[in-house]
Structures are given as C-alpha cells and as structure tokens.
C-alpha cells in the first residue's frame, strides 16, 4: 500500500472502533467499567451480574461491584495517590501513609474535604505485617506492600497524632503524614509543601496563580527585592507567586523533617530557624514570629478558586489552612478532573465530558465529598467509550 491508502485505511480502523465503542452492549460495558476500576477483567460471576445491573439501569451498582475487587484498592487507588506524594510525581515509590490515608479514606467514604485537615491515618490491622507503624519509619508500609495484603480488609484508621507524636491539632492529614514530610518539609523553607499541595490537590501550579497586584509586605527576607541587580525582575516575577504563597506558608513555621531521626518535627515554641535561610538578601522583609497565615487569593484574579466564605479565610497551623483548601471549589474540581482522567483514560475533551465533570463535582461537594462516588460516577460516563 502507497502512504496514502495506509492513512485511508488507518482512518477506516478508527471509525470502526468508535462506532463499535459507541455501541457497545451491556456485557462489553460491564467489562470495561471493572477494567477500568479495578484494572483487571471481572470474574465470569461478576461479569453476568455487572451486565443484569446495567439491563436494569443500575450502572452505578456495576461500578460498586468492581470496586470491590482487592484490585481497586491495592492497585487502581494505590497509583492513583502514589505521585502527590513525592517531588518527581512518580508513580513507582512504595506505599506509605498518604497513599495508605488516601485508600482508606475513599474505601471508608469518608470526608474527603478533610484530606488535609483531619487527625486521620490509616494502618495495617495488629498482626498482619511484622512491624508496626512508625513515625520514623517506612517499614510497616513496605511489608503491607511485599506480602501483598489485602487492603480492603486489612486498613483500619488511626489518629495520625498517636504515631506521629505530635498534638491533635498539629496534624494536617496527609500534609503533615510521614511521606510528605520527607518529601516536601525537608530542608529548604517549607515553601515546597505548599507549592505540591497546591499542585497535586488544586490542580495549579504557582505559575497560575501568578498575580502582582498584591501587596508585598508578607514576603519573607530571603527574597530579594532587586534579583542580579535588577528590581524588575522582583516586581515583574518574583513578587507574583510570593506575595500570594508566603502569606499562605506561613502555616508551617513550626515543621521540620529531621533526616537524622528519619521523622516529622514539630516545635510550637519558635519558627524553625530555616524560616531565616538568607535573610540578609532583604532584611526589610517579612521575619516570621509565629504560624499565622492568611489567604490573599480570596480577592482578584485567583478568586476562581473559590474559597468558602463560612471560614475566616486566616488562621495559625497547618490544620486550618488545610480546612482553607479542603473546602474550596477547586480542591473539589481537581478531585473529580484527577479521577476522571484515571478512569476514562484521558482528559475531559468536549463539552459532554465538560457538563458530566460538573455535575460530578456539584454531587460530590453536596453529599458529604465521597470520592467513592466520584470514581464510580466516572466509570459509568465513560463505560460506552
């Protein structure tokens, strides 16, 4: 075949499978919606009762039923949370407690709202693994992994200040988890916990929320104000991204990972001395005195995020700005786009797919964030394509 009969035949296989996606029946539908989920093909069983619960117009009760697959949970959620919790967002890191957090979290139908606010953990049961969970340690999560142990069954939920040693209202869900800190408070200025929080469960980056029209008084001295000699730089770039995330991070002024102790460190009594890296580079800036943060996206360009009005919109801690972020529109959207694009396989690419991610995210702010929902509520648009 000359180049162009292989792109007319090439086309003629694609329009083939679409109309053949289009129409697939209530069988193929059922199979795909569970190997979509739980990333495996049904049982013979399964599959005879997924396709009766789609003849009846129970799709939502098919997805149910291939979540329950082990398969979903120990594979299917495990990479879905694997990346938020590293900063090279790579999926092949072994299970820790945020992703263990995240598993429970959804197989429980918790509030997910609280991801990043709630004293919650979850753990291997007593017994199933040799080692038990630690705050200075991965270990009790590499066991549960290498013996395979059934994480459906085997999680059950924690205070997450009982392991990690610090108080009740210090934690901050899977921010203040072991895994994130090692990831993200070690070193540096903790400014990297707000940045991949923001990006893994806002869906922005610091480049979208760019903004220099607010005020600079909150930004910490280590920023200089005239970057190679040139103040432009500061008052055209840098002031864009810190005027808005300083303020915000300052919520984790008393966290530190110790890598000596291999665990998450927190002193209420000062700001942890890396809060004062640099501070020559603007001695006139902002010295840190305490956890306080206050949100200035609230107003102008980034309003879009749509934070709740109920909240005060400032506090002191990790706890209240994780309860700041929880609740706002964007966390919800994000949730919903992430498993979206997990189960269907792609990004939401017309205006159906656009309206189905609406009203998936309306439905799981309005009943309580269930983002068992969510998963199934996107298996069931996508179980024709």
Not at 16 to 28: L, M, N, V, Y
Not at 96 to 116: C, E, H, K, P, Q
Not at 147 to 154: H, P
Request: glycine residues 6%.
């Amino acid at each position: 075949m000359n180049n162009k009969t292989w792109m007319q035949f090439f086309v003629a296989l694609i329009a083939i499978a679409t109309i053949a996606s289009a129409h697939a029946g209530p069988r193929e539908q059922a199979q795909r919606i569970h190997e979509r989920l739980a990333g495996v093909p049904p049982s013979s069983a399964d599959l005879t009762s997924m396709e009766a619960m789609i003849n009846a117009n129970n799709a939502t009760g098919a997805a149910n039923l291939a979540m329950d697959n082990v398969n979903f949970y120990n594979v299917t959620l495990k990479n879905f949370a694997a990346p938020w919790t590293n900063r090279d967002q790579s999926v092949f890191v072994p299970l820790n407690d945020y992703i263990a957090t995240v598993i429970g979290m959804v197989r429980d139908r918790a509030d997910f709202s609280t991801l990043l606010s709630a004293d919650r953990t979850y753990v291997g049961r007593n017994g199933v693994v040799p080692t038990g969970p630690s705050a200075a340690n991965n270990q009790h999560y590499i066991e549960l992994e290498a013996n395979n142990v059934n994480l459906r069954d085997e999680l059950e939920f924690r205070s997450q200040s009982s392991i990690m040693g610090i108080p009740s209202s210090a934690t901050a869900g899977v921010m203040t988890s072991r895994a994130a800190s090692e990831a993200f408070f070690i070193a540096g200025t903790n400014r990297a916990m707000f940045r991949f929080t923001l990006l893994n469960h806002m869906c922005n980056d610091m480049e979208q929320m760019h903004d220099t029209r607010l005020p600079p008084d909150r930004i910490r001295q280590d920023v200089s104000r005239s970057p190679g000699g040139d103040s432009r730089l500061f008052l055209n770039n840098c002031i864009g991204c810190h005027s808005g995330m300083d303020p915000l991070a300052g919520a984790f002024a008393y966290y530190n990972y110790d890598e000596t102790s291999g665990r998450l460190v927190y002193d209420a009594s000062a700001p942890h001395p890396k809060h004062f890296n640099n501070n020559l580079n603007f001695p006139q800036g902002y010295v840190t005195v305490d956890d306080s943060w206050e949100n200035r996206w609230r107003e102008g360009q980034n309003a879009y995020l749509g934070f709740d009005n109920a909240l005060p919109g400032s506090g002191n801690g990790a706890q209240s700005l994780g309860q700041e972020l929880g609740n706002s529109e964007a966390f919800a959207s994000c949730q919903v786009k992430k498993v979206f694009r997990t189960v269907c396989l792609r990004e939401a690419e017309d205006q159906t797919d656009r309206n189905a991610v609406a009203a998936i995210t309306a439905t799981f702010r309005s009943t309580g964030y269930d983002l068992k929902q969510v998963f199934a509520d996107s298996a069931v648009h996508c179980m024709g394509q």
